[in-house]
């Protein structure tokens, strides 16, 4: 989150320099250079001059030599204009030199100059000029402050007025961008993506191809936001329409940073390392020393969690060697010490906290970015050091900062810390205290995930809605556009004199017969189209029947296969009392107890509402009752069960059942001889968010001794074997004491009628 915001800072204030940039920039500087060269001094040469010195004060990071040009462009097209008396050219003169002022850091002599700006362009009436003196002039203003923030978005605002009331539709868009970013900042998320999706509108209503940065900025947002699904949705449609328009700049390495700490914020490290890599790749061919070390970060983070610290430790260590000041040296040492504190490599991370320790003193306090950071640092380091002192002091000044700020998520990872102090120093009730307070913050949040992805699908509906109000609007102007013309040839035709009356009165005639004939086509679609509306409701209901008695199929054949595995079931048995062979006879018994265990899985879809997925836990006691009945072991055998509430799907289920019958059946006839009394442990649990782990024990004889599982001839072996395969999980049987059989297999995701989004 730290690293994120740092970047966004980045970010905003590049996006900020490019407000004003148009289609020419798009051009190679050698091209622009030779039309500036040979051009005749017109105002084409002008905007060309203007879209060099823009293109140059884009990519200048800390160049002296590309300012200077940009500046030099900036008076060349001034005194052109000048002479030209082009307007248009003098107002962007000036803006572009206000950007270079502001560019160098001397934000004073830019704001004069952006005020000359206002004051020429009201002189003139031009919108455009006004909106844009107004934008430069918010730039002196630090958006890492408070203050500053308001006072930005307050001139950002009175350009928006200008550019509404005059129609600058493409600046509009853009700042309403821009205005959006500056919101986020604000915690005012939900403002910010109505005006990102207004952006977007405009943007696609005048035909700009170049949206991916609105689509960025709302998957961003949506990541803030904690929506992570919507946040993947609009980064991956910013990085297609990149592509499209074959935008290979800093944008796309900010959307692959933003899909990378989408994944990172999931958990999901090993999906995040490949959009790192891409944009780290994009920061090292610009030589942006902000974007690598921000980049850098992130993916050193994904490293450290998917245990790769060497890789991470690579990254920082150069990002470190190339800290321009105590600033940017103590962000990356922050993230050193917080990786060697989760991979537990403490002699190094010790000395990393002491440089954070004297980092600390030579900071302003107003940076309060890096000073959470370093606190937060420092406190999961003693925490792990156990030293629980400095732990807590250093949590109190971390929890000073969040506080005030009201940054929940980092609120509630200070209460969950306090919590395990508390806990380690034995002060139970406090730590109940702050247990409850982290879990009511996680609520809080949810909470507001859920409305803010209400609020994104109303938008996004809002969004639909005035598209096709615009389209329909479109089509009605160019269809008075059209009535208009028809009648302006008409009124020529009646100037040109009495002769041509008799020929006018008869087209008019025959234009209002043409009117009533298409009134009656069109009275006849309508009738046409009410009789469609009729079949197609009636068509829903169809549909609707259709599937309740689809539901009802499906019932029926899970009862039909239950009866059909029943009377397989009675065949065998009756076959079984026939036999004398007790090899063929403990086969049929076996045959018999792998139908039950399918047969009560049909049973069970038959009987319940879900005619998809299985409660493993009503399952398996059935199993184990069943089983445990027909073997009649006196209750020597004593079965505990530790079963989560698992619903299943039943292509997963048969499988597991079959393997558990097998686990068990082994277990009753092999691990208790001679009537020994013992105990069936079963459990069945969650492994993780996405892996189920079953565990079927006995502390019976065990396996024979030299057993190998590879070379045993065993049928129920075997099938346990390939069963685990069918689930794409691991099979492990072993001795401890008795058999310890172990099944780890992945969740096979599914969703139910309704949950499609």
């Not at 479109?474 to 013309?485: G, P, R, S, V």
């Amino acid at each position: 989150m730290r690293k994120s915001c740092l970047f966004f800072l980045i970010l905003l204030t590049s996006s900020l320099i490019k407000a004003q940039s148009t289609h020419l920039e798009e051009l190679p500087s050698p091209v622009l250079r030779q039309k500036i060269k040979t051009g005749t001094e017109d105002t084409n040469r002008v905007q060309f001059q203007l879209a060099l010195g823009r293109l140059l004060l884009d990519n200048a990071s800390s160049g002296k030599a590309q300012l200077d040009s940009s500046f030099m462009l900036a008076n060349q097209a001034a005194t052109l204009s000048r002479k030209l008396n082009y307007n248009y050219g003098t107002i962007n003169s000036m803006i572009l030199a206000a950007l270079c002022w502001n560019k160098k850091g001397n934000y004073t002599k830019g704001t004069a100059v952006a005020q000359e700006v206002l004051t020429f362009s009201e002189k003139v009436n031009n919108s455009f000029g006004m909106g844009e003196a107004y934008i430069v002039m918010g730039h002196a203003y630090n958006i890492s402050t408070i203050p500053g923030l308001k006072k930005r978005m307050e001139y950002n605002e009175k350009a928006i007025a200008v550019f509404r009331k005059n129609n600058v539709t493409f600046r509009l868009a853009s700042l309403l961008k821009d205005n959006a970013e500056l919101l986020f900042l604000a915690q005012r998320k939900n403002e910010a993506v109505n005006l990102l999706f207004e952006a977007l509108n405009i943007g696609k209503s005048i035909g700009y191809r170049r949206i991916h940065s609105t689509y960025w900025l709302i998957g961003r947002t949506s990541n803030e936001m904690g929506d992570f699904p919507n946040a993947i949705k609009y980064n991956l449609l910013a990085i297609k329409t990149a592509k499209d328009v074959n935008d290979t700049t800093l944008q796309l390495c900010s959307i692959y940073h933003t899909m990378a700490v989408t994944y990172s914020s999931m958990g999901d490290y090993k999906n995040a390392i490949p959009y790192s890599l891409l944009a780290l790749q994009i920061a090292r061919k610009y030589n942006n020393k902000d974007y690598i070390a921000t980049v850098s970060m992130v993916l050193a983070t994904a490293y450290t969690r998917t245990n790769r610290l060497d890789k991470a430790l690579m990254l920082l260590t150069a990002v470190q060697r190339n800290s321009a000041n105590d600033l940017e040296r103590l962000a990356v040492t922050n993230n050193l010490l917080t990786n060697l504190t989760f991979a537990e490599q403490f002699r190094s991370a010790d000395i990393y906290a002491a440089e954070v320790r004297a980092l600390l003193g030579k900071i302003s306090a107003n940076d309060y970015e890096v000073f959470r950071g370093s606190y937060a640092a420092l406190a999961e380091y003693y925490l792990h050091k156990r030293q629980y002192a400095n732990a807590r002091f250093y949590n109190d000044r971390y929890a000073e900062i969040v506080n005030s700020i009201n940054y929940a998520a980092e609120i509630r990872l200070t209460e969950k810390r306090y919590f395990e102090l508390d806990s380690l120093n034995g002060n139970f009730r406090s730590a109940i205290v702050h247990y409850m307070r982290a879990q009511r913050i996680k609520d809080s949040t949810d909470n507001i995930t859920k409305a803010y992805q209400v609020s994104l699908l109303l938008i996004e509906n809002e969004t639909e809605k005035k598209n096709q109000h615009i389209d329909t609007l479109t089509k009605q102007t160019l269809a008075k556009d059209a009535q208009l013309k028809r009648n302006q040839l008409i009124q020529n035709a009646m100037i040109a004199g009495a002769v041509l009356l008799l020929i006018i009165t008869t087209l008019i005639y025959s234009r209002y017969r043409l009117k009533q004939k298409t009134n009656r086509k069109l009275e006849l679609s309508r009738r046409q189209l009410d009789q469609k509306n009729i079949f197609l409701e009636k068509l829903t209901m169809n549909q609707e029947k259709l599937l309740i008695e689809k539901e009802w199929l499906v019932k029926e054949v899970h009862h039909r296969v239950k009866n059909n595995l029943q009377m397989v079931t009675s065949l065998l048995y009756s076959q079984s009392v026939y036999l004398e062979d007790a090899s063929a006879l403990l086969a049929i018994k076996d045959s018999l107890r792998r139908m039950q265990a399918m047969s009560l899985i049909h049973q069970k879809l038959y009987l319940d509402e879900n005619t998809t997925t299985i409660d493993m836990a009503g399952y398996l006691s059935d199993l184990v009752r069943y089983l445990h009945e027909s073997f009649d072991t006196d209750n020597r055998i004593t079965f505990e069960q530790s079963v989560e509430k698992i619903d299943l799907d039943v292509s997963q289920a048969i499988p597991l059942g079959l393997i558990f019958t097998e686990s068990i059946v082994n277990a009753i006839k092999y691990a208790f001889l001679n009537g020994s009394q013992g105990l069936v442990s079963i459990s069945l649990q969650h492994a993780g968010p996405d892996h189920l782990l079953l565990k079927i024990a006995d502390n019976g004889i065990g396996l024979p001794e030299g057993f190998d599982t590879n070379e045993n001839n065993s049928l129920g072996l075997d099938l346990m074997q390939g069963l685990a395969k069918q689930l794409n999980g691991s099979f492990h049987i072993e001795n401890d004491n008795g058999v310890h059989i172990t099944v780890r297999f992945p969740v096979l995701k599914f969703e139910l009628p309704g949950q499609q989004s």
